[in-house]
Structures are given as structure tokens and as C-alpha cells.
Nanobody, 127 residues
Framework: QVQLVESGGGLVQAGGPLRLSCTQSGRTFGIYVMGWFRQAPGKERELVTAISWSGGNTVYADSVKGRFTISRDNAKNTVYLQMNSLKPEDTAVYYC????????????????????WGQGTQVTVSS
């Protein structure tokens, strides 16, 4: 079994930065794709970004390109989301997700492709 725990959420002013972390525990040996999704009130959960196990492949939502950066430290079983130039429309609950693929360069774009999810962390951007 895999457990994911997010941290780093909170309240930030527009234009400011915030860094989220997601630490994986339990079954950590193996090759996992990691992703960040978000869900705002009344909206569907959407992909923010995802990263391959190798770290060499990433995907970003158009709305966050150039502002957000995903990275991972496999030795620490942790994935990070650095968010800069935050906007009020970035306000949402952010979820970390993982999928065991066995393929080091694979990246998943869709929520249905992920088997494991964290409990979510709230990010609120004030204008």
C-alpha cells in the first residue's frame, strides 16, 4: 500500500510563492509517476503537472506554465511543486497522486491513470 501526504498549503497574496511537498510512504520501492492535481469549488479535478520517475519528462497545464515547477527527490520519496506568481484563480485544494508504472520515463496526464492519492492541501490566493 502507498500513502501520500501533502504539506505546504496555506494562504498567500497574489503574486507570491508557495511550495508544496508530497511524501510517499508504505510501498516506496519501484517506479512511480507522480502528479499534482487541483480542484476548486464547483469545478472538476484538473491536472496541474506531472513528472516521470526519471525526472526527465514533465507536463504542465497551460494555465501554470512558466509559473509552476515540479521536481522530485526519489531518495526522499518526495515530490515538490514550486508555485510562483500565484493568482486568485489558483485557489483550490491541491492533491498529490502516484501511479506504479514500471516505466522510468512515463508521464500520466489523467486522474484516472493514478492509483494513489493524498488527502489534499488547501491553497488560497488572496487578491
Amino acid at each position: 500500500q502507498v500513502q501520500l501526504v501533502e504539506s505546504g498549503g496555506g494562504l498567500v497574496q497574489a503574486g507570491g510563492p508557495l511550495r508544496l511537498s508530497c511524501t510517499q510512504s508504505g510501498r516506496t520501492f519501484g517506479i512511480y509517476v507522480m502528479g499534482w492535481f487541483r480542484q476548486a469549488p464547483g469545478k472538476e479535478r484538473e491536472l496541474v503537472t506531472a513528472i516521470s520517475w526519471s525526472g526527465g519528462n514533465t507536463v504542465y497545464a497551460d494555465s501554470v506554465k512558466g509559473r509552476f515547477t515540479i521536481s522530485r527527490d526519489n531518495a526522499k520519496n518526495t515530490v515538490y511543486l514550486q508555485m510562483n506568481s500565484l493568482k486568485p484563480e489558483d485557489t483550490a485544494v491541491y492533491y498529490c497522486a502516484a501511479d506504479y508504472t514500471g516505466r522510468p520515463t512515463a508521464v500520466h496526464r489523467f486522474a484516472s491513470e493514478y492509483d494513489y492519492w493524498g488527502q489534499g492541501t488547501q491553497v488560497t490566493v488572496s487578491s
